[in-house]
């Protein structure tokens, strides 16, 4: 089992920046995968960002060039810095943590940022 806990997120104006940060802890082993994704209203969860342990990264076409995805191994957390925000990356942020072993997936409770024109 492994628990996630985020922090960041909130309320900016188009074109301003936001760090959201996730802290993973229990049962984590040393191959996963943690990253970000995202659901608007009415849309489905999307992949936003997700960085290997082996420092792999894959990136949304929609937010390549803004966001960046960071990882720290050793304290198991994972930051987005997300620049050059605009209204429609509005959603609620979900941190993810994916067991590579064993196929398992944990979630953190979600982080809204809202973007505003």
């Known amino acids: 089992q492994v628990q996630l806990v985020e922090s960041g997120g909130g309320l900016v104006q188009a074109g301003g920046s936001l760090r959201l940060s996730c802290a993973a802890s229990?049962?984590?082993?040393?191959?996963?995968?943690m990253g970000w994704y995202r659901q608007a209203p009415g849309k489905q969860r999307e992949l936003v960002a997700i960085m290997s342990s082996d420092g792999t990264r894959t990136i949304a076409d929609s937010v390549k060039g803004r966001f960046t995805i960071s990882r720290n191994n050793a304290k198991a957390t994972v930051d987005l810095q997300m620049n050059s925000l605009k209204p429609e990356d509005t959603a609620v942020y979900y941190c993810?943590?994916?067991?590579?072993?064993?196929?398992?997936?944990?979630w953190g409770q979600g982080t809204q940022v809202m973007v505003s024109p």
């Open positions: 993810n943590f994916h067991n590579t072993l064993f196929g398992s997936d944990s």
């Open positions: 229990g049962s984590i082993l040393t191959i996963n995968r």
